[in-house]
């Protein structure tokens, strides 16, 4: 790293600071690093010795070789600090801050803070209420008093700090006239902490703090775990945008240069050094590379590359050597940054439940308060004290707050569980209509098979042989993207230098050494030629390279069935499941593949039109259709099914109109994803037949005063605990 | 029973106490990351 030790300045300029810090109050900045060289706890030790002095709320992870720490950059620029990591030798890498990274943070802390002291103040107050439960105890009228103002004194941090979130959200709820659960909490909180107050100033009367102080230790825990379960489904995006580099070396001339990542191209020549991230997609130019990628695919394995593959932005670099690509695809282009658009819209999408739930939380929470009002209006010719606990009782055991827990904590936790698994939910709300599938509409090339094509065949038909036929094809198709000319390219060097390369019908035209070359189907080539015959042949599908007009060759592309996916078919179809091979392929070679694959129902030759046409007819017979596809060519067909599963090709990942992201690029997240949200749906359905079935059992209990307010403040807080730890258990108990 | 009338502030005192310790171990990050001093050296000097 000793030619980018002079670029540390770079960082103290203020276009990249903006990036790459967070401001704090006070002008102190926030910096995440990654340290290459950490890679031992004697290192943590090192860097904490090293930087402890310097900096502020240091935090060391030894697992993601991070780095975080507030330094102030009027006392000490960062590229000074960065100048010292290096000089010890754990090659410091700066990464793009994220502000949501450290907001949650702070966030999670103030959380806990307030937990806390909701815990320790609602068990003292407990403790020093307990005696007035027994009547007519021993204890002398000035001890009972102290004790009473003790509980005041306790109470009043817990319900305005710790239970400030309710309180604010309940104003919130009040301002902007939306009925929420917060409003009926923050009520409830109030009402109880006026009254009590006011208790204990004229000296007589029931006190409310323990219910009070109960409802806000059980119901922010509830909250917290809510919390953690989407910040975790949120991480993995976090980690995302966190594994882009901020600039690449570009190779130019012979010479090497540190760009900005905005400027790289399609073209460009980039080297990347071990360790670090790549920071875009390319074609690999050196003969192997092993990479991590893990964070794109949830494939813990270091993944084998060879030239021509393609390889992803965000992986990493994991041999000892310098790696050579060139960039296919830069910034908003590449695979991590489309996953990463996928995951935010995946954190927007409201399920239809969700929404259901809240219209009818709104509701719920208006026809609470009347209740409760109606219920101390009741009561109050009897006794005023009983109606207040009524009224009390009403608003705490009522509150939907487990309905509104009770979609979005299964959701979270089945989208976390499954990104682990290489299985991207772009519309979680598809969980529900997942699970009523009955039939699977597979599209071939790429979804089936492997998405690239092998030769598996040269047949010279001249006096060329096998392989210089190869390099005269692999030279006319350098440099094109499509999987054909990937196939023809892959594993051939010193290609001859062809000039003219002109994209005709059906094939592909250019000069090499003076003479005229011509390559594509068979059926398209000026001179008829007869395709050989037999099982193996009919398997492929067959291109013609002519020159000059006679024909030379003829190539045999086979796709490659991809290895899981016979195992997988007969899962499914041990589910009961219908399947169903589409493809614009020749009968032949799509019927031995499906056979290969034991999918029976077969159509080839199939145009988009009809691909799509057949997923209606099968819609308008009452199916419910999930359709796998590549997600480009087959976009239509995907739009319209059910489901809509893609398989990462190409570019066009966040433009296809997906469900579900196969990230792992792997067939058997399928299986995975059928389980998961058959599990998913019975949480769901058992948080919402609880959270309902115990408001509707617990309202008459309170209206009738047999509910005292602490006892339904146990109720609700433990009912909505049990929501979200049954949604939890979906992420957890299957690690 | 007189006692209570010092115990009972005392135990107040108590209470805050450790409402701000708790408050600052967190604000102190010592509970995120809960692996690293699992990894970590024993620090020799």
């Known amino acids: ?735 | 029973m007189e006692a209570l009338y010092l115990l009972i502030p005392m135990g107040l005192l108590v209470v805050l106490a450790a409402a701000l310790i708790f408050a600052w171990t967190i604000g102190s990050g010592q509970y995120e990351n809960l692996d690293e001093q699992a990894q970590a050296l024993p620090d020799d000097d």
Not at chain 1, 534 to 558: E, H, K, M, N, T
Not at chain 1, 576 to 604: K, Q, V, W
Request: glycine fraction near 8%.
């Open chain 1, 1 to 735: 790293m000793n030619a980018a030790a002079a670029d540390w300045s770079a960082y103290d300029r203020p276009e990249l600071r903006s990036a790459i810090a967070t401001g704090l109050p006070g002008g102190r900045e926030e910096v995440l690093l990654v340290a290459e060289g950490m890679h031992c706890a004697s290192c943590v030790g090192r860097l904490r010795k090293l930087l402890g002095p310097q900096v502020q709320d240091l935090r060391i992870n030894l697992a993601s070789r991070t780095l975080e720490f507030v330094h102030d950059p009027r006392r000490q620029a960062l590229s000074a600090l960065l100048a010292q990591i290096d000089a010890a030798g754990f090659e410091p890498q700066v990464l793009a801050q994220d502000a949501g990274r450290t907001r949650a943070r702070h966030r999670r802390r103030a959380e806990l803070v307030r937990i806390g002291v909701a815990v320790i103040g609602a068990m003292q107050v407990m403790m020093l209420a307990w005696p007035t439960y027994f009547e007519g105890g021993a204890i002398e009228a000035d001890i009972a008093a102290l004790m009473r103002w003790a509980q005041l004194l306790l109470a009043t941090p817990v319900v305005f700090y710790a239970g400030w979130p309710f309180l604010a959200g309940g104003w919130r709820a009040l301002r902007e006239r939306v009925p929420t659960m917060d409003l009926p909490v923050a009520l409830s909180l109030l009402i109880a902490w006026a009254a009590s107050a006011l208790r204990v100033v004229t000296g007589q009367g029931e006190l409310y703090f323990d219910a009070a102080t109960m409802f806000v230790m059980l119901l922010g825990l509830a909250r917290y775990f809510e919390g953690l379960s989407r910040s975790r489904a949120g991480e993995r995006m976090r980690l995302l945008a966190g594994r882009r580099p901020l600039t690449a070396v570009r190779e130019q001339g012979g010479t090497t240069q540190t760009v900005p990542l905005a400027t790289l191209q399609a073209g460009d020549l980039l080297r990347v050094a071990p360790g670090e991230a790549l920071p875009a997609d390319g074609e690999l130019l050196d003969e192997t590379a092993q990479l991590d990628e893990s964070l794109l695919s949830g494939e813990s394995q270091p993944v084998l590359h060879r030239r021509g593959d393609t390889v992803l932005a965000g992986s990493l670099n994991l041999a000892p050597a310098t790696l050579r690509l060139r960039v296919r695809e830069a910034g908003s282009g590449t695979r991590l940054a489309q996953i990463t658009r996928l995951l935010q819209q995946a954190q927007d999408d409201r399920p239809r439940v969700q929404l259901l739930a809240d219209r009818y939380a709104g509701h719920f929470v208006l026809a609470v308060m009347a209740l409760a009002l109606g219920g101390a209006w009741y009561w109050w010719p009897q006794d005023a004290d009983k109606a207040l606990g009524v009224a009390l009782a009403v608003l705490v055991a009522s509150c939907p707050c487990a309905l509104s827990l009770a979609v979005p904590t299964v959701h979270a936790a089945a989208s976390s569980l499954l990104a682990r698994r290489g299985v991207l939910m772009a519309r979680p709300r598809a969980l529900a209509r997942l699970t009523q599938v009955d039939t699977v509409l597979f599209d071939k090339t790429g979804t089936l098979t492997r998405p690239d094509l092998a030769v598996a065949q040269v047949l010279p038909l001249a006096e060329h042989d096998a392989g210089a036929c190869r390099r005269l094809a692999a030279g006319l198709e350098r440099g094109l993207t499509h999987p054909i000319a990937r196939a023809l390219t892959a594993g051939t060097s010193e290609l001859p230098p062809a000039q003219d390369i002109r994209l005709q019908a059906g094939g592909v035209s250019g000069r090499i050494d003076g003479r005229h070359y011509w390559i594509g189907a068979p059926e398209q080539a000026a001179q008829a030629v007869a395709l050989p015959a037999g099982p193996q042949a009919a398997q492929a599908s067959w291109l013609l390279l002519c020159q000059d007009q006679r024909p030379l060759a003829l190539f045999g592309l086979r796709a490659e069935l991809r290895p899981e996916a016979p195992r997988l078919i007969a899962l499914l179809r041990g589910q009961g499941l219908a399947m169903e091979l589409l493809t614009g392929d020749a009968e032949a070679p799509a019927r031995a593949l499906a056979a290969r694959a034991g999918i029976a129902a077969l159509r080839s030759r199939q145009t988009p039109e009809q691909k799509l046409a057949r997923l209606q007819e099968l819609q308008s017979q009452g199916r419910v259709v999930m359709a796998v596809g590549d997600g480009i060519n087959d976009a239509p067909f995907l739009a319209a099914a059910d489901v809509a599963v893609a398989m990462p090709q190409g570019a066009a990942l966040a433009q296809a109109r997906a469900d579900v992201v196969l990230v792992g690029d792997s067939l058997s997240g399928l299986a995975t994803l059928r389980g998961v949200a058959r599990q998913a749906q019975r949480r769901l359905r058992q948080n919402l037949a609880w959270a309902l079935g115990y408001n509707l059992v617990v309202l008459p209990l309170a209206l009738g005063g047999w509910l005292t307010p602490w006892l339904a403040a146990l109720g609700m807080s433990l009912s909505s605990l049990l929501v979200v730890g049954n949604a939890l258990r979906l992420d957890t108990g299957e690690r």
